[in-house]
């Protein structure tokens, strides 16, 4: 292209030189043809014309490819800023998610897991917001937790109910996310794009197990903002990590749990050892007192008293014992459960009879209740004796002289429910005239414990007979209640039976 331009600069150089040259001749002949003189200068007028001509489309030429040069640079400009920036972006991310993981990693607490996760998501991202939620899927609810935002939290402690939501949750606890633009303006935030993400482990992910959403991330934004592929794949990231670190806190505070319950269950049974060692010793030590006196020269009345000792030492000792097999029996669910037909009206008799004479030696009242055209039950008449007569002992044992003690029996029954027939159930309630602190109530049912300074006839005892009635009454499906108040307790006892003839309706 510019060998031509020159060659046209050369050509209109010519047919100048030949104009001046003619002109010349022209002027020194005195007669050169005039004709000639006109052709030459046309001719020169041509060349010059063309060869501004030709100039003149170099010259746009040029200035063509001098714009597409500049487009072509201003082009590359910008691909270098674009990809300069997603470089920094992905450093960002993978700086954010380096430094969301070193922190959850070492971390086994989900509050400081979601909290770091929402910061670093709303700081890296530049979001208006974002929220962290932890699901009940038993109750079907979903709870905001965590929130870091720009303006004053509005959501956090939020309780959604997931059926009220059902097209938003069905998709997130399928493991999906998904973007939209609120329809409806917030009234703090107006008009907003979300990102709603789910926070559960990669079933493909090493270590995964079974997948189970745990809860969401949700992510505000600007009301025209679309979040990228990239955005979107980093969010869930961050969600597996999350996910992750609370799956192992939550292993972490289950496994620490089993430690402080072992922890217990051994102090239990280091106290309950001693307990039982020293409750086992006490009446050996009396035995052999008593015959460690009997070989002395005693008389008649004495050796009569340490025979007596003899006696109760050996039926406490054996009380114990039988005590404690009936506990551990129950403890491993191994009790038997025998039942048979049961006439109250021939039963209770049977089973006060014994404490009858106590009362009498004890100046204490004893009353009883019990309607007379009761039908027939069927239960486990060990049992019920039992714990009749446990809960009868101890009303003995902690009411003073002069005081009452009231048993009543009744049958009562639960309330139809979703078709099920009312359960006919037997009612025990035992009433005696002592108040136990309220602060010792909660411990009544241990096993070796005694309410302090509250046995006026210094009976003493093993301390496992409320215990044992508790377990007995758990044996046979029932439930046992206690209160005390104004100088009175009561203990109420409410055991499902079967009766040989239905109650008469009111």
Not at 403 to 425: C, D, F, K, W, Y
Request: glycine fraction near 4%; include cysteine; proline fraction near 5%.
């Amino acid at each position: 292209m510019n060998s031509r331009l020159q060659q046209h600069f050369e050509t209109a150089k010519i047919s100048f030189k030949n104009l001046e040259d003619g002109l010349s001749d022209y002027l020194e002949s005195g007669s050169p043809s005039l004709a000639d003189l006109v052709a030459a200068l046309s001719s020169s007028l041509t060349t010059l014309e063309q060869t501004c001509h030709a100039m003149q489309r170099r010259n746009g030429e040029l200035e063509l490819f001098y714009e597409q040069a500049q487009q072509l640079n201003a082009d590359l400009e910008q691909q270098v800023r674009q990809r300069t920036e997603e470089v920094q972006r992905s450093l960002d991310f993978e700086s954010m998610l380096k430094r969301i993981t070193d922190r959850v990693r070492d971390s086994l607490d989900e509050g400081h897991i979601l909290q770091t996760a929402v910061q670093e998501l709303t700081l890296v991202l530049g979001l208006g917001g974002c929220n962290a939620s932890l699901y009940d899927l038993e109750q079907g609810t979903s709870t905001v937790c965590y929130e870091y935002i720009d303006s004053v939290p509005t959501s956090r402690g939020k309780v959604a109910q997931m059926d009220r939501f059902p097209e938003i949750y069905r998709q997130l606890r399928r493991g999906h996310y998904f973007q939209f633009c609120s329809l409806m303006p917030n009234p703090e935030r107006g008009h907003v794009a979300l990102l709603a993400c789910p926070i559960f482990v990669d079933t493909h992910s090493p270590g995964a197990g079974d997948q189970q959403v745990l809860g969401d991330l949700w992510l505000i934004h600007h009301k025209d903002y679309v979040f990228n592929e990239f955005e979107i794949r980093m969010v869930q990231q961050v969600a597996n990590q999350c996910a992750i670190a609370i799956r192992q806190a939550r292993l972490y505070q289950t496994a620490q749990a089993q430690v402080e319950e072992l922890e217990k269950l051994n102090r239990l049974k280091d106290e309950f050892l001693s307990t039982v060692s020293h409750e086992l010793r006490t009446p050996i030590s009396n035995v052999r007192m008593a015959v460690h006196m009997l070989r002395q020269n005693v008389d008649e009345s004495r050796r009569q008293r340490y025979f007596e000792i003899l006696e109760s030492e050996a039926a406490r000792e054996a009380e114990l014992i039988d005590d404690l097999l009936d506990l551990q029996r129950l403890e491993i669910a191994s009790y038997p459960i025998e039942v048979q037909w049961i006439d109250l009206a021939v039963w209770l008799p049977e089973v006060v009879a014994p404490f009858q004479s106590r009362v009498v030696n004890r100046k204490q009242l004893l009353s009883v209740d019990c309607a007379s055209a009761l039908p027939a039950i069927l239960s486990d008449g060990t049992i019920l004796r039992r714990i009749l007569a446990e809960l009868l002992n101890n009303a003995c044992k902690y009411t003073p002289s002069e005081g009452a003690i009231a048993l009543q029996v009744t049958l009562a029954s639960t309330e139809a429910h979703n078709g099920t027939p009312p359960q006919p159930r037997l009612v025990f309630t035992v009433r005696n005239q002592a108040e136990i602190p309220s602060k010792e109530i909660p411990h009544i049912f241990e096993k070796f414990y005694r309410v302090p300074y509250a046995d006026p006839w210094k009976q003493g005892g093993t301390g496992l007979g409320l215990a044992l009635v508790k377990k007995l009454v758990h044996q046979i499906n029932g439930a046992i209640a206690v209160e005390s108040v104004d100088g009175w307790t009561m203990f109420n006892v409410n055991v499902p039976i079967e009766l040989d003839e239905p109650l008469p309706t009111s």
